[in-house]
T-cell receptor, first 115, second 114 residues
Framework: GAVVSQHPSWVICKSGTSVKIECRSL??????MFWYRQFPKQSLMLMAT?????????EQGVEKDKFLINHASLTLSTLTVTSAHPEDSSFYIC???????????FGSGTRLTVV | GDSVTQMEGPVTLSEEAFLTINCTYTATGYPSLFWYVQYPGEGLQLLLKATKADDKGSNKGFEATYRKETTSFHLEKGSVQVSDSAVYFCALSDSQGGSEKLVFGKGTKLTVNP
């Protein structure tokens, strides 16, 4: 079945530094990838949608300069949290799908802690 | 816009009890409906789905029926196990609404005690 690998599974960084999270589709080509943020005991908030080779579409209220998304190939999308602050600490989850009306496959998530 | 309203938790049950988690939705088009499960510290796994009215999704003893007349997709299981303890999310995808993104409910935490 479809597998999405997300790396790292957890990361601790200092305030002001940048962190990159990778999301790879291992056995299919993902035309679209999604990035979500999940706060403790809350639902998933969609941050942005990215299509291979084009700029990501950000949801309202998400700072595109702070959360840089790159979808350079059909199997890899990255989320870079720039100049991280403690309030950016959260659980980030990616999702990928091969085609419209195809299934969504989720990564295992990344726990980011900014100290 | 599209939205999903899900039963607030947490829900605590004894093993072999009957489970119902309510989910209702609003959508502009004809959405596909999903239930996802999240185990502690992990991402989401698709539990079941239904793509049109009156469809029944089922998996691992869980069932949900797409009810267009009541705009509902309630999750049920006849006999829960300790291993079912997790957070359950109801979601919809409304491609005819102009977007292919998933819209999630707030999640319901289920704890099953032995």
């Amino acid at each position: 079945g479809a597998v999405v690998s997300q790396h790292p599974s957890w990361v601790i960084c200092k305030s002001g530094t940048s962190v990159k999270i990778e999301c790879r589709s291992l056995d299919f080509q993902a035309t679209t990838m999604f990035w979500y943020r999940q706060f403790p005991k809350q639902s998933l908030m969609l941050m942005a949608t990215s299509n291979e080779g084009s700029k990501a579409t950000y949801e309202q209220g998400v700072e595109k300069d702070k959360f840089l998304i790159n979808h350079a190939s059909l199997t890899l999308s990255t989320l870079t949290v720039t100049s991280a602050h403690p309030e950016d600490s959260s659980f980030y989850i990616c999702s990928a799908r091969a085609f419209p009306n195809y299934g969504y496959t989720f990564g295992s998530g990344t726990r980011l802690t900014v100290v | 816009g599209d939205s999903v309203t899900q039963m607030e938790g947490p829900v605590t049950l004894s093993e072999e009890a009957f489970l119902t988690i309510n989910c209702t939705y609003t959508a502009t088009g004809y959405p596909s409906l999903f239930w996802y499960v999240q185990y502690p510290g992990e991402g989401l796994q698709l539990l079941l789905k239904a793509t049109k009215a009156d469809d029944k999704g089922s998996n691992k003893g869980f069932e949900a029926t797409y009810r267009k007349e009541t705009t509902s997709f309630h999750l049920e299981k006849g006999s829960v196990q300790v291993s079912d303890s997790a957070v359950y999310f109801c979601a919809l995808s409304d491609s005819q609404g102009g977007s292919e993104k998933l819209v999630f409910g707030k999640g319901t935490k289920l704890t099953v005690n032995p």
